[in-house]
Each structure stands twice: as C-alpha cells, then as structure tokens.
C-alpha cells in the first residue's frame, strides 16, 4: 500500500432516517474521530469510511440480515478489509475500511441512560466502530476487549470527549 504520513480519511455521512434530528456538528465530530483513530493507530494510508445513520427500526434490519439478531442495537460495522489488506477505490486513491451505521434513536436514549452528552455518545459509537473497522474484537471478552476498551478511552479523550468531561451536570439535564 502506498504510504503517507499525513493520511487522512474521506468519510462519507449519510442520513438515512426521520426520526431524529442529526445536532448540529454531528458530522464534523464523526469524521474527527474516524481521523483520530486512524492517527492513534498510526495508519498511514488514505482511508475511506462510510458513516450512516439509521433509526431503530432500520438496525435492527440490519443486524437481522447481517448477524442474526432480531434487535436493534447501537451501531454496526461492516469492515471490508482483512488482516490489514484492503482494496483500493481507484478513481480516489484510498483504501476501503468498511461501513458504519448508528441508529440515532438508540445514541440518544444511551446519551440520556449512562447521563453524558449525546456527542460523546456518537463519539463513542463511531471510535468504538472504527476499532472494529481495523481489526479489533471484543466479542469474546478477555484482554482483547479490554485493549480496545482502553484505546477507545485514548482516543476519546484526546477528543476531548472522555468519560470525566461528558458527564451532564445537574442543572443540564433533560
């Protein structure tokens, strides 16, 4: 693959929901943290991600047709590559991660559940994909999941966006 140290991520955002109203900045803070992986990960090739958001209803489609689970969940990750080999889209030059999809009405109710920001519940939810997108597992429990855990914790909070600093005060809860 080719190489560069300054490799960034085109990432492609699409709304495929009505239910809920995408904030303002949701797009930006999405495309930050897919670079932000990428960067802690020191991938040094042009990547490409497709981020979707979906309503319930839609992932649990998807999680059906995909996984077998007739439930909706959070957000799902298609990665494309395997061991650390991707294709390469030729007319841009950058390689194929994979698909992310987020169900917006399940960001927001875990948003309003664990009491932090709906940005840091998106933030997580795309970090947490990316980490999948990449390689990494945290299906069987063990320290493969606890690795990710503590790298997704890493990069959120070079975001900004760790668990200390998202939590709702008081006075800004709904």
């Not at 699409?14 to 803070?29: D, S, Y």
């Not at 194929?96 to 309003?112: F, T």
Request: with cysteine.
């Amino acid at each position: 693959m080719e190489r560069s140290p300054l490799a960034r991520a085109k990432v492609y955002i699409a709304n495929r929901q009505k239910k809920t109203k995408i904030p303002t900045g949701a797009r930006l803070l999405i495309k930050r943290c897919c670079n932000a992986v990428l960067a802690y990960e020191k991938v040094e090739f042009p990547a490409e991600i497709s981020v979707s958001f979906t309503d319930d209803e839609g992932i649990r489609q998807l999680n059906g047709s995909y996984r077998n689970k007739d439930s909706a969940t959070d957000v799902l990750s298609f990665p494309m590559g395997e061991d650390g080999v991707y294709d390469k889209n030729e007319e841009t030059g950058n390689y194929l991660l994979g698909d992310i999809v987020i169900s917006m009405e399940r960001a927001v109710e875990q948003a309003h559940l664990y009491g932090h920001s709906l940005e840091r519940e998106l933030g997580f939810l795309t970090v947490h994909s990316m980490f999948h997108l990449l390689g990494y597992d945290h299906e069987a429990g063990g320290l493969e999941a606890r690795v990710m855990h503590e790298k997704e914790e890493a990069v959120l909070s070079e975001l900004g966006l760790s668990r200390d600093n998202t939590f709702l005060k008081p006075e800004e809860e709904h």
